[in-house]
């Protein structure tokens, strides 16, 4: 069966630090791009974080960049995304998402690029 699944969510404090996790099975690993991004209420999905497997290529998003780190684990077939300094306003669904064309120059950013989703992981931040 092909699927992502995300965990690692839940309810922390302000100041907090996350670190969700995205095992997949089923699917090939080690090609294209990994990214992870979040969904508000009534709101696109929009990317927090990805990295390519080829080029070795990373992005974060300007709100996140400097407290926020992707990585992962080809062992495990697990990638990462750890928050540190947790604000409210990073409250929201957090989803992973493959994609997997070779993207040799930069890191794909648009949702459309990616194929293959998980179910989300609900990450509320209270202040």
């Known amino acids: 069966q092909i699927q992502l699944v995300e965990s690692g969510g839940g309810l922390v404090q302000a100041g907090d630090s996350v670190r969700l996790s995205c095992v997949a099975s089923?699917?090939?690993?080690?090609?294209?791009?990994m990214g992870w991004f979040r969904q508000d209420p009534g709101k696109e999905r929009v990317l927090v974080a990805a990295?390519?497997?080829?080029?070795?290529?990373?992005h974060y998003s300007d709100s996140v960049k400097a407290r926020c780190t992707i990585s992962r684990d080809d062992a495990k077939n697990t990638a990462y995304l750890q928050l540190d300094s947790l604000k409210p306003e990073d409250t929201s669904i957090y989803y992973c998402?493959?994609?997997?064309?070779?993207?040799?120059?930069?890191?794909?950013?648009?949702?459309?690029?990616?194929?293959?989703w998980g179910q989300g992981t609900q990450v509320t931040v209270a202040s």
């Open positions: 990295f390519t497997w080829y080029g070795g290529h990373t």
């Open positions: 998402a493959i994609a997997f064309r070779p993207y040799p120059r930069s890191v794909p950013t648009d949702p459309g690029d990616y194929i293959i």
């Open positions: 089923g699917l090939p690993w080690d090609r294209g791009a």
